[in-house]
């Protein structure tokens, strides 16, 4: 396994190999006696960092030599063979993110609560998790190596957070000098060989907005369509920044900002085909704005990072209460009163969506979402009986700017407990942590459910209605 040092473009050798987490029964790991705790060192010859070397190295191959080594210390060499496409059964240990060395002004890790979890520090600056979960690096830090990985595994595409094509201002951004944040080599590199790129732009007002991000937007779609994307997204900014060379994101700097990207929108379109350079939706909800149609997004190619998630939302809730409208959510073709449909609360398939008794609850989310999600619960009551109402919760823990549901707390549910209105009570999915039943706080999920006095569910509010009228 290896394992990222802070400090600057410095990888430090932990343990050899890739670390196997479980092993599947009956699979041919199984049968060749591989063990939960045995690190794959090396694959005919090639050394082995994670498992991204191991997929890339194992990929179409149907004849192997693993050196093993064993969580006892004795090393096995170990031939197999197996059918084309045949999956091995082996599960690894997740990647251990490579640090960030920049000292970025805007930093959300710099807007944490002292007592927050350790992992809410983490500033990860990894070209592996970038191409695995889109996750944004700044590739100033990255290596030579690391470089050369990208394009001998086509780790495509890539998610790089440029911010300013003018190089005083990124490295004013990124609190680096000028040399370190010059990365117009490493894209150049990048591009020509065919590794394609999804930029993304923090904005922050008075200093990469204005010409500057104009000039940003400009540069990066000359070299369109490698450059597929640019996400202009808004600093947030908690009640724990202090750095004064800030400035607060307001709704009349977001209706400028409209106003101007607006227009390269429609300039890019018409010269592009696509919309090329997208605002978040936090844009157009601080300006008190429309979020754009569908067609404005395309493949919504930047979704992961707030630009159109609004508009799918609706999208998708609009479908869903089409088929319930029309039948297809009753598999029996009879209609059911949603109200007084009697059900034993169970938890079905294997996301453990809830079966409720009625749909008579209440919906915590974000102060930003709320609006829109209220307005779709109103259509769903409306069609089909329900009565589920909206509660926006304030997010108290970080406070400042930050309104997305994902970054509430245990404590900012439990500041609305008496809101509740019905039989139970529904909490973003996303506020759990993907791996540990905790909350960002740090605040137990069970803890939660206890202080409330009624259920306490974090679900899909779709999925939910879909399990209570499938049942």
Known sequence: MYEFAVTPAVTQMRRPGVTIDSVVPGS????????????ITKVNGRTVRDYLDFRFQTSGEVEMIFLVKKSDGETWEVDLERDEGEDLGIEFEQIIPRQCANECIFCFCKGNPDDARPSLF?????????FLY?????????????MNRIIEQRLSPQYVSVHATDLKTRAYLLGVEEEKADISDKLERLLENDIEIHAQVVLCPEINDGKVLEKTLRDLAAHYPKVVSTAVVPV????????ERLTKVTPEFCRKTIEKIGELQEEFRKTLGTTFAFLGDEIYVKAGAEIPTRDHYGEYPQIE???????TFEREFGEFLEEISSGDEKPTGEKKDLRT?????????????PVVQSLNGTVFTGEMFAP????????????VGSELSVVAVPNTYFGGDVSVAGLLSGQDFLAVRDKVEGDFAV????????????????????????????????????????AHIGS
């Open 341 to 353: 449909h009697d059900l034993a609360l169970k938890p079905v398939s294997d996301e453990d969506v």
């Open 122 to 130: 983490v500033r990860d600056e990894d070209i592996r998790l970038s």
């Open 305 to 311: 990072d707030g630009v159109g998630m609004i508009r």
């Open 236 to 243: 947030a900014l908690t009640r724990y920044n202090k750095d």
């Open 134 to 146: 889109g996750n944004y690096t700044t590739l100033s830090s990255v290596t030579a190596d690391e």
């Open 28 to 39: 041919i790991a199984d049968e060749i006696g591989l063990e939960s705790g045995d690190r």
């Open 372 to 383: 829109y999600l209220r307005k779709q619960v109103e259509r769903l009551n409306a069609l």
């Open 427 to 466: 909490i973003p999915p996303a506020v759990i942590k993907s791996d540990e039943p905790i909350l960002i706080d740090g605040m137990g999920f069970d803890r939660l459910k206890a202080e409330f006095p009624v259920p306490v569910y974090a679900s899909d509010l779709m999925e939910l209605v879909r």
